[in-house]
């Protein structure tokens, strides 16, 4: 075979002589795919986010998405305004019950809001994954914090 018939795949190959099963001159192939390629494969691509989401930095915080980062923006605006005091991101819960700790919950934004008078917790997410509500009842059961999704 002269390999002017053979297909190309879609990712660059890098190849090295090693011996294989005590046989000389036999080649393992290693892929580099680029994060798409991998999506499009089915392959979970470390560092990247299931759900597409591109993690941003706005005044030297850390976002998960842009929408978390957006979000934050505005609650930015609302609280120079006035609107809303005592901003915390990623505040993190403890989830014990009966002396138990079973793990702990880090919503995106806590804060009191003056307009509604009233605490909030803000989670934002593209998705809701599986499970969320259980958290959501842990919270609103050990803390009576109802936690809110924002879209």
């Known amino acids: 075979m002269d390999g002017s018939n053979t297909l190309q ?33 089915g392959i979970k691509v470390p560092g990247s986010n299931k759900y597409g989401a591109k993690k941003c930095t706005i005044d030297g915080i850390r976002f998960d998405s842009q929408a978390e ?15 809303i005091s005592g901003l915390a991101i990623h ?26 008078d009233r605490f909030r917790c803000i989670d934002v997410k593209g998705v809701v994954p599986r499970g969320f509500s259980r958290t959501q009842k842990l919270m ?12």
């Open 91 to 116: 505040k993190k819960y403890d989830l014990t019950v009966n002396g138990d700790k079973i793990g702990s919950y880090k919503p995106d934004f806590c804060f009191w809001d003056h307009i509604a």
């Open 9 to 41: 795949p879609p990712c660059s190959l890098r190849s090295r002589a090693v011996p294989h099963d005590g046989v000389e001159g036999a080649r393992l192939m290693a892929a580099r795919l680029s994060v798409a390629e991998g999506r499009k494969l």
């Open 69 to 83: 980062g957006e979000y934050y923006a505005q609650l930015k605006i609302r609280e120079r305004k006035g609107e």
């Open 140 to 151: 609103k059961v050990l803390y009576q914090i109802t936690v809110e999704v924002a879209k």
